[in-house]
């Protein structure tokens, strides 16, 4: 029988927030690693993790970067750590995979297709930006897209999967990406029972309804039956909604400054804060929260004695 706890993954600092929209973004590689300590310590099973560049905090995809953070974590911490592959819409494929395939972690994250990943909204609200890169990093987004085609998640999957052992969050932006996922099954490329994050509130991708976490999970059942774990994330103001939703569907949860930078009304301190925040609501529902091990038992993880740093 399937565990029934919840999975709580902390996405630490991504690559869609600047460091001007919240003084608490973490960016410095020393600042990413207490950030996740902290995080795993309030109670994140699993970490996720992208790397800035520790001059001005854009996104970078530099491995030596995510070295100064990646082994200062797993020595303070049991957490699974789960390492992008999707980097940002500016980098290549080799780029974004660059980190992953020298540091062979247990786990990363794997978009399930091609998609617009609009950011330039976020120009909508007045503020000093302390760097140029920010608003051009936005404003990019309105004429390029988040490039992930099929040859290109089949190489993933062979690259990472079949030679470093590597499991993955399939990250599924839209109905059809659940599709992708499935042809991929089909084929043979993906072991044992995938583990899904559906993702909610991205401009290009579906939109943070519960109608749409109901229709999402009911195709997943449709093409999966039992055989699948779903986690579900919703950016900005959605996120404590939608992934309370999700825990009293039998899924797991995502928080983390990557996803939201809110406590509640206020701006999250910490990812810590949204931590604690998500593990309250889940008692209050007498659901249980998976420790590290439990989580590496329920999605057939290698262990992290068998990374790369």
């Known amino acids: 029988m399937k565990s029934k706890k919840v999975i709580i993954t902390c996405a630490v600092t ?42 001005d905090g854009r996104p970078t ?7 100064r953070f990646l082994p200062v974590i797993k020595q303070a911490s049991a957490a699974v750590i789960n390492i992008s592959t999707g980097g940002s819409s500016a980098m290549s494929l080799e780029d974004r995979l660059a980190a992953a395939l020298q540091a062979q972690p247990e786990m990363c994250s794997l978009n399930m297709g091609s998609m617009n990943f609009g ?12 760097h140029a890169w ?58 044992g029972t995938p583990f899904i994050q559906f993702v909610f509130g991205v401009l290009g991708g579906i939109g943070a309804d ?17 055989d699948y774990r779903f986690s579900v994330l919703a950016a900005g103001r959605h996120q404590m909604p939608m992934i309370t939703m999700a825990a009293t569907l039998g899924g797991s949860v995502r928080v983390g400054l990557e996803d939201s930078l809110y406590n509640g009304r206020e701006l999250a301190k910490s990812n810590a804060d949204q931590v604690r925040r998500i593990r309250t609501i889940l008692d209050g529902l ?23 740093f």
């Open 286 to 308: 007498s659901l249980d929260v998976a420790t590290p091990d439990e989580a590496r038992a329920m999605l057939g993880l290698k262990g992290g004695d068998r990374v790369a």
């Open 134 to 191: 920010e608003p051009e990093l936005l404003e990019a987004t309105r004429n390029t897209i988040f490039r992930n085609t099929f040859g290109d998640i089949e190489s993933i999957l062979k690259r990472l999967g079949e030679g470093c052992g590597t499991r993955f969050e399939f990250e599924c932006y839209d109905v059809g990406h659940l599709y992708t996922l499935a042809h991929f099954r089909d084929r043979g490329l993906i072991p």
């Open 119 to 130: 950011l330039f909204p976020a120009l909508d609200k007045p503020r000093a930006w302390q």
């Open 61 to 67: 995809a530099d491995p030596a970067v995510f070295m």
């Open 14 to 55: 991504g690559s869609v927030h600047t460091p001007s929209m919240s003084p608490h973004l973490p960016w410095k590689p020393e600042d990413i690693a207490s950030q996740a300590i902290e995080a795993a310590e309030a109670g994140a099973s699993i970490l996720h993790l992208h790397a800035r560049d520790p001059n």
């Open 210 to 226: 519960h109608e749409n976490l109901a229709h999402m999970k009911r195709i997943a059942d449709k093409l999966f039956g039992e």
